[in-house]
């Protein structure tokens, strides 16, 4: 008795389940096949604008505004620094805390300049806005050191004292600063892409075209900075501040004049809104869907729309994220417009959107990965300056001196040296033995750079172990003001960590922005640039906010002070061991991410559809990714 109500129970339930399963497949088979009849009647003959790709022909405009550019703006940032505590009388502490801050906000200021570049301006109206706010930032900041009023006085070598900055003065320093954020903004998430618009992605010319115009970029940026890092400030350390502020602004206004000569002949995409929106979309839909349950069968009960014109690649269906497919499921109270489209996308997404922000939410981890892997690079660019300052900087017997800030170029010269030598030998190589087009796969490749940021940081602690020890036990070469005496230890000790920066660099930062490019949603790669400048901000922050604590912690330690204003009176070195212990942690965490992740397929596999028949049975078929 007991047993045959149970039977009962389950075949009720069984019937439920498939009456269940055959409402919502007639709900979407009388929806798609209402769908198909009026599209009959609409068409898709849409006549498009002819786009007038000018290719090259625009590239001495764009390339040559992307040189004068980043020359205006690295011959200024490369060296300010050492520019806020010795014409600014600020403090190291200080002075690497703002720095910290500015390069922050700069980068996060790129989150905002591609939404609303995508969503209301375009790219030539946000780049043309944001050069000519870069320009005169870089000129509130020449004036500064040009106008005797707008800085705080000399301080002599042998003061140990100095008066700083007032608040007025700090005002007009700091709008100078605002002004480039506002620039850098604009310029950073746009200026790739605005390149790459010169060209028709649809031919193999234009396809070539967008190639070549990457290396030119990259070509200007590494040749933008050799140059600040050498002549210009070589004239702002040895001639004048003036003079060595000045030529950056000039550069700047010579960018600005470069980019607009070439008005008539660029092709500007209008702004087309922000793909964020169908984000927010999905995950709204999702949570007012919650209560529904997991679709058995995906491909048969969720939503499956492309809209006509879409540069978006199909993507397959994916288990990860799985809570995100309800925003797909159809109900009873969905309605699709006659063009195939959800009438209401707050309530109804298609599978197509939920998979492009399942891109976006496998690729994020990599953010944190990003911002514990530049904390290495972030010391390289300040307190590697420091160690420079107080270490021989004199070639053989000469009195010519490198400048503190030009032994950055170092890790420039390695990322110029190897990318050559990887892309012609290593990869071939690699591309025989492991059948991969890049020889590795893209995390691999950041993995390999995040593993070689430990050697660099334990490189420099060594390195600073061996400058301090140099300058208590033997006898010093000279005293920088402000700081303390200098180690005779040269300051070609230091090239070792600036080469190793640079090598992993050009593995891990040009393995990400890779990565980015190709795992993001098509119309969501600016987002995509902007997401690698915001983990270099990231990490900006952290290293600023681990400088402070360190600072602070260890003053009464009995160690003594690890970051004072005399390195020689610090232990710089256990800071860096610090550092290398994160990147530690930051690689395990890494491996775990990388042995997670599903590639985003993108030309070589397959999406699976649905169709249906005019029977209105249900058949699958295998589509090419584009």
Request: net charge positive; with cysteine; glycine share 8%.
């Amino acid at each position: 008795m007991h047993q045959s109500r149970m039977k009962a129970a389950e075949k009720q339930t069984v019937e439920k389940k498939e009456n269940g399963a055959l409402e919502l497949e007639k709900i979407y088979e009388n929806k798609t096949m209402e769908l198909e009849n009026v599209k009959k009647t609409v068409g898709n003959d849409h006549d498009e604008p002819k786009i007038n790709y000018r290719g090259w022909k625009a590239m001495p405009f764009i390339i040559g505004n992307e040189t004068f550019e980043k020359l205006g703006a690295v011959g200024t940032l490369a060296n300010l620094l050492i520019y806020l505590t010795s014409v600014f009388n600020m403090k190291n502490i200080t002075a690497a805390t703002i720095i910290n801050i500015f390069n922050g906000t700069a980068n996060f200021g790129t989150m905002i300049g591609a939404y609303l570049c995508d969503t209301y301006f375009g790219r030539y109206n946000t780049l043309g806005f944001a050069t000519v706010a870069s320009f005169l930032g870089l000129q509130a900041i020449q004036l500064t050191a040009a106008i005797p009023t707008l800085h705080p006085p000399h301080c002599a070598a042998e003061s140990s004292t100095c008066k700083g900055p007032t608040a007025g003065q700090m005002a007009f320093l700091l709008s100078g600063f605002g002004l480039m954020i506002i620039g850098a903004g604009g310029v950073r998430p746009c200026n790739l892409a605005f390149g790459a618009d010169q060209f028709n992605p649809n031919t193999e010319s234009g396809k070539r075209g967008i190639n070549s115009f990457f290396n030119w970029y990259f070509c200007t940026f590494t040749f933008a900075q050799m140059v600040s890092l050498t002549l210009i400030v070589y004239v702002q350390s040895n001639v004048s501040w003036a003079i060595g502020l000045a030529i950056p602004a000039l550069l700047m206004l010579i960018a600005c004049v470069v980019f607009f000569m070439g008005t008539k002949i660029y092709v500007r995409v209008p702004a087309t809104g922000s793909p964020m929106t169908s984000v927010a979309q999905v995950i709204v839909v999702a949570v007012k869907k919650r209560q529904l349950k997991q679709p058995d069968q995906p491909l048969l009960s969720l939503f499956n729309y492309i809209p006509p014109g879409s540069i978006n690649c199909k993507l397959r269906h994916t288990d990860q994220f799985r809570f995100l497919d309800k925003a797909a499921m159809l109900t009873p109270e969905d309605h699709i417009n006659p063009d195939g489209s959800a009438a209401n996308r707050w309530r109804l997404c298609s599978v197509q959107q939920v998979e492009e922000v399942k891109c976006v939410l496998r690729v994020l981890p990599t953010w944190f990965a990003a911002v514990i892997f530049h904390l290495m690079i972030n010391q390289q660019h300040t307190y590697a300056v420091f160690q420079a300052q107080q270490s021989n900087r004199r070639l053989g017997n000469i009195s010519f001196k490198i400048p503190a800030a030009s032994y950055v170029v170092f890790m420039m010269l390695s990322m110029t040296i190897w990318i050559p030598i990887y892309d012609r030998i290593f990869v071939p190589f690699l591309r025989r033995l492991t059948g991969k087009e890049g020889g590795i796969t893209l995390l691999q490749r950041m993995g390999i750079g995040i593993g070689i940021s430990i050697i660099t940081m334990l490189v420099s602690g060594v390195v600073e172990e061996h400058r301090r020890t140099t300058a208590l036990t033997k006898p010093t070469v000279g005293f920088q003001p402000r700081r303390g005496a200098v180690s005779s230890m040269s300051g070609m000790f230091l090239i070792p960590q600036f080469a190793l920066a640079g090598l992993a660099d050009a593995f891990t930062s040009i393995g990400l922005v890779e990565f980015y490019y190709k795992q993001f949603p098509e119309n969501m790669r600016s987002i995509g640039g902007s997401l690698f400048f915001c983990a270099l901000a990231g990490s900006s922050y952290l290293s600023s906010l681990l400088i402070t604590i360190v600072h602070q912690t260890t003053q009464g330690a009995a160690t003594g002070n690890w970051l004072p204003e005399d390195l020689n009176k610090g232990r710089l070195d256990y800071f860096y061991y610090m550092i290398a212990g994160l990147e530690v942690l930051n690689l395990g965490y890494f491996l775990v991410y990388a042995r997670w992740y599903e590639y985003r397929e993108t030309g070589a596999g397959s999406a699976t559809t649905i169709e249906f028949e005019a029977n209105g049975e249900a058949k699958q078929s295998d589509k090419t990714l584009v």
